[in-house]
């Protein structure tokens, strides 16, 4: 009997949390990459350690240090097919503190002419110094609330989006 209730118990916690992850994903893929930043910028926005539960994806903690608590999360893919990976947040210790969110973007090439269809008022923010191949060109906007949304585009295919990062200052 005890046996049972043991196997019972942990069948119930397993189901849990494929339904929670499950929700998560579904509603993630009738997302475009627009509507994504929008959702994630709205959790950046209020994240902290002691709400992480409630961040807008499914997030595991890798490691943290005297400042910050480093997390990441599982790939996710859109409705348009285009698959969102590396997952780096990464959440300071004091409360409405600093927090960035970064992801890869892999999938039909975003141009920086489509992303400033959203995002018009941008700033150039880093460029490439000739070290590596893997260098990037950013381009940064204000979304509002001391939050910035980064689109990167990489040396290697600078005509196409590579990744992406959701900051807030406090």
Same mark, same amino acid.
């Not at 209020?46 to 943290?64: G, H, K, M």
């Not at 999938?107 to 992303?115: M, P």
């Given at each position: 009997?005890?046996?049972?209730t043991?196997?019972?118990?942990?069948?119930?916690i397993i189901?849990a949390?494929?339904?929670?992850?499950g929700?998560?994903e579904?509603?993630?893929q009738?997302e475009?990459?627009?509507q994504?930043i929008s959702?994630?910028?709205?959790?950046v926005?209020?994240?902290?350690?002691n709400?992480i539960n409630r961040?807008?994806? #499914?997030?595991?903690?890798?490691s943290?240090?005297d400042?910050?608590?480093f997390?990441?999360?599982?790939?996710?893919k859109?409705?348009?097919?285009?698959?969102?990976?590396?997952f780096?947040l990464r959440?300071n210790?004091k #409360?409405?503190?600093k927090?960035?969110?970064?992801?890869?973007y892999?999938?039909?090439c975003i141009s920086?002419?489509?992303v400033?269809?959203?995002?018009?008022?941008?700033d150039?923010?880093?460029? #490439?110094r000739?070290?590596?191949?893997?260098?990037?060109?950013?381009h940064t906007?204000?979304?509002?609330?001391?939050?910035?949304?980064?689109f990167?585009?990489a040396?290697t295919n #600078?005509?196409?989006?590579s990744?992406?990062v959701?900051?807030?200052e406090?």
């Amino acid at each position: 009997m005890t046996k049972i209730t043991r196997l019972n118990k942990a069948c119930a916690i397993i189901f849990a949390n494929l339904l929670m992850t499950g929700v998560v994903e579904a509603k993630m893929q009738n997302e475009d990459l627009w509507q994504f930043i929008s959702h994630l910028s709205t959790s950046v926005k209020t994240v902290n350690v002691n709400t992480i539960n409630r961040f807008a994806l #499914p997030v595991t903690e890798v490691s943290q240090n005297d400042n910050f608590v480093f997390y990441t999360s599982d790939a996710v893919k859109l409705a348009s097919g285009a698959t969102l990976s590396a997952f780096d947040l990464r959440v300071n210790k004091k #409360p409405n503190s600093k927090v960035l969110f970064a992801f890869d973007y892999a999938g039909q090439c975003i141009s920086l002419g489509e992303v400033r269809q959203h995002y018009a008022k941008m700033d150039i923010t880093d460029t #490439p110094r000739g070290h590596s191949v893997h260098e990037v060109t950013s381009h940064t906007a204000a979304i509002g609330d001391g939050q910035e949304v980064t689109f990167s585009f990489a040396e290697t295919n #600078p005509d196409c989006l590579s990744s992406v990062v959701i900051t807030r200052e406090k």
